[in-house]
């Protein structure tokens, strides 16, 4: 049962997704499936959907992950999945995406939750009862003829909209849910890159202002968007795709990464 996994591969995502079984042999992938394929593998490349085994960072010698934990190593099998040409079995099994970060990617894009993996009206964190501080004893009703005038005038601001918030009333309002310290980091690692990827594109604009012309290669390779944005530390094919989606110029003279057919 997925419901039970806090991460899933790309090709398990799209499968379930689709409404399909991952674990048969599929010798033909629906093509429901190879949509879905390709809408993960673009959130992933955008940055937008952070994957455990697919960094988007630059590749350095001095780097303590291996290199087959970095986009760059799959970037033709990526683009060609993307595309729709190929879709690489090794790279969609390869690639993993967390449970946090794929609820977080669909509020975002407005996009209903995969029901396999978020079935209504669950919660996905088991919830504890906790008792209250005093338990609340009721009131006994006065008998007929011995309450006192005074009990029945209210008293001041009980009917006032103003009026300040009773004992047990601040128990009663929703709390977040715990986040974890893995998916806390998580989310900071998603907003660094969101940030770095929003100061990127506005650099890049700032420059092409001034080179109404420029490829998108020289923009990227300009010293505004690798120093000033921070582009150094990105993956070239990834910085590039950043920028394509603010590109001014006329859409004929636009020029992508070369993808592999």
């Known amino acids: 049962m997925s419901l039970l996994n806090d991460d899933l591969s790309v090709w398990e ?19 429901a499936v190879r949509d879905k394929f390709r809408v993960v ?11 455990e085994t697919l960094s988007l960072e630059k590749w350095r010698p001095e780097s303590t992950m291996p290199r087959e934990f970095f986009i760059r190593q799959y970037i033709d099998e990526v683009y060609a999945c993307i595309s729709g040409h190929k879709f690489d079995r090794k790279l969609l099994r390869w690639g993993t995406v967390e449970r946090w970060a794929m609820q977080q990617w669909c509020e975002r894009r407005n996009i209903p939750l995969p029901e ?3 079935p209504p009206g669950w919660k996905f964190e088991y919830q504890w009862e906790t008792p209250d501080a005093e338990e609340s004893v009721p009131e006994q009703e006065p008998a007929e003829g011995s309450g006192s005038k005074e009990a029945e005038i209210p008293a001041a601001g009980a009917n ?29 690692k998603l907003d660094q890159r969101q940030r770095r990827k929003i100061a990127c594109q506005e ?15 020289v923009i990227a390779n300009s010293p505004e968007v690798q120093e000033l ?20 110029r006329d859409p004929g003279k636009r020029r992508g990464p ?4």
Request: with cysteine; glycine share 8%.
């Open 229 to 248: 944005a921070g582009g150094k530390d990105s993956d070239f094919d990834v910085l590039l795709r950043w920028l394509g989606e603010v590109d001014p």
């Open 13 to 31: 995502i799209g499968f379930r997704w689709a409404g399909y079984d991952p674990d048969k042999l599929w010798v033909r992938i629906p093509l």
């Open 160 to 188: 006032d909209q103003t009026s300040p918030t009773q004992p047990g009333e601040a128990s009663q309002q929703p709390t977040p849910p715990v986040m974890s310290e893995h998916e806390a980091e998580g989310r900071r």
């Open 41 to 51: 593998m673009d959130a992933i490349l955008r940055g937008d959907l952070p994957c």
């Open 203 to 217: 650099v890049g604009l700032r420059v092409w202002a001034k080179q109404a012309n420029a490829d998108v290669k």
């Open 258 to 261: 070369k993808r592999k057919k």
């Open 116 to 118: 396999f993996w978020f």
